[in-house]
């Protein structure tokens, strides 16, 4: 992806269609968030999409745990 950010797929299941769906979970900095939403819409425009403020991110490309 051009935000260089990974993906984490999960097995969901959806509980009014009844039918299992892969749940994606992205964590991307601020800057990033509009090109982001821009490539969910491009690649589902129907997608169920959550957007939520982390306070803090660990990891490789944000801050290390001390």
Known sequence: S?????VTVLEGYGFHTERPKGVLICVVKNVQLYAAKTAVMKADSAAFTMIADCTETYGEGFKELL
């Open 2 to 6: 051009s935000l260089q950010r990974g």
